[in-house]
Structure formats: structure tokens, C-alpha cells
């Protein structure tokens, strides 16, 4: 059975995405779930993706909706303005995804159960947790590196969460407003490793449901050396800020 919210909207930041958005709204939408949402965020995409989410805005009566930004400024930075707009539409549940269609849709409706049931505050679509996985297209390399990634990321902040780079993830509404979303400043992915760590800092209660993470379908992926950089930094940042009580985590 899904979990029925007033609202849930799926916050979808894109940047070159043109092919991969209709796959991902046409399989969110086939999910038949409830009051769910979808809010495009475009930066400005050179390729027409914001045309296409105009296009998807006017066949989906009232279900998607975009939010065109001039430029390209970062994931963390269209997620926050995602989700603010998404909190400002009072939205219960707030789900954060992909476009690349590399989170699978099918994982949604176990997430929302977990919200209603559980009392989970963020459930997180886990590659690490048991009956999760990654691309069979990875090379070894990197796995090992998303892998080496997560333990580096959990050993510096203690986070007690298998999958700490995760961006596929379900808040409810409150959760947000508590850990103080216009706040938040990282960027790019360690905008995932800032806000999990927020939710331990403020004693969310989390929980991992186990996903299979696919490979991008169409287009490139956005990561650069400067987020490689920033990433790498940003957990030693937050190390160093005051520490408050770690967050209930279960996996399930």
C-alpha cells in the first residue's frame, strides 16, 4: 500500500537533460501515486531542457511545474531553491532525485511507506545498505572510489549511514525546516554529505531503504574537479563545527 500525504513534490534539479526528463516525469507519473508532484529546477540548460519542461508543465494538469534559474549555479544551490519553493507550496514530503534516471522511481513508494510507518524523518535510497547495489556498467575503479568515498565521509563525520553521498532521498517538511534549509552552503555533491549531516546533528530520525543505482542513460555526467575538490574538503569543514546529538539511523 503507498503511504497517501496531502502533498508530495519530487524536486528535480537539470542541466542538459532534454532526453532523460520526459523518461523520468512519464515514469513518476505511471507510479499512480497520490497528490505527488513533480518541480523541475533548470539552470538556464543550453540544450532546450527547459523548453521541454515547459512542454511537460502544460500536459500534466497541474502535477509538474518548473523553476527556471539564469544560470547554472550548482546542484546544492538548485535543491535549495527547489525545496523552498517546494515547503512554500506546503508540501509534506519533499523526495530529491535525478534527472540522469540513474535513482530508480520504484524505490519512491517504499520511501513514503517508511515516513508513514516508521516515523522516519529522511529515508535514503542506499546502494550500500543489504539488497542495495551499484551499475553493473562501473568499472572497478570506480566502485571503489564511491565506496572509498562513503567510508571517508563516514569516518570523518561519524555518520552512522552506509550510503553518506546518496542524492536520491525523501524529507517530510518538517524535517527541512529543522535543520534549517536557506542555510545550507555547500554545493555540487557535497551538498548530500551537508545536509545528511545536518539531519544527525539535529537527531532526525534516518533511514536507508536499499536501491539499485543505474548508470545515466543519455548525456555527461556534471562532476568536475572542483567539486572533486570541494567534496573531499567539505566533511573536514563540518568536522570542525559544534557537534550535537547523533541521529537515530536503521536500515530496512
Do not use: C
Amino acid at each position: 500500500m503507498t503511504a497517501v500525504f496531502p502533498k508530495i513534490t519530487v524536486v528535480v534539479p537539470t542541466y542538459n537533460e532534454r532526453e532523460n526528463l520526459p523518461v523520468l516525469v512519464a515514469q513518476l507519473q505511471a507510479l499512480s501515486i497520490p497528490n505527488l508532484h513533480v518541480l523541475v529546477v533548470d539552470d538556464n540548460s543550453p540544450d532546450g531542457t527547459g523548453s521541454v519542461a515547459e512542454q511537460l508543465v502544460s500536459e500534466s494538469k497541474g502535477t509538474v511545474s518548473v523553476l527556471h534559474r539564469k544560470e547554472k549555479d550548482g546542484l546544492g544551490r538548485a535543491y535549495v531553491a527547489g525545496m523552498t519553493q517546494a515547503l512554500a507550496s506546503d508540501s509534506d514530503v519533499v523526495i530529491q532525485m535525478d534527472a540522469d534516471l540513474s535513482h530508480p522511481v520504484s524505490a519512491i513508494p517504499t520511501m513514503l511507506e517508511r515516513i508513514r510507518t516508521s516515523g522516519a524523518e529522511l529515508v535514503i535510497g542506499s546502494r550500500y545498505v543489504d539488497g542495495g547495489s551499484t551499475a553493473a556498467e562501473w568499472p572497478w575503479h570506480r566502485k571503489a572510489l564511491s565506496a572509498w568515498a562513503n567510508f571517508y565521509v563516514g569516518a570523518i563525520l561519524s555518520l552512522k549511514v552506509k550510503d553518506a553521498t546518496a542524492g536520491f532521498k525523501a524529507w517530510t517538511a518538517n524535517a527541512l525546516k529543522e535543520i534549517d534549509l536557506p542555510s545550507v552552503r555547500s554545493d555540487g555533491y557535497s551538498f548530500q554529505v551537508e545536509m545528511n549531516y545536518r539531519a544527525a546533528r539535529h537527531s532526525l530520525k534516518i533511514m536507508e531503504v536499499p536501491i539499485r543505482f543505474e548508470e545515466r542513460v543519455e548525456g555527461a555526467s556534471k562532476m568536475d574537479l572542483r567539486e572533486q575538490l570541494e567534496s573531499a574538503l567539505t566533511p573536514w569543514k563540518l568536522r570542525f563545527q559544534k557537534a550535537e546529538a547523533p541521529a537515530r539511523v536503521t536500515a530496512s
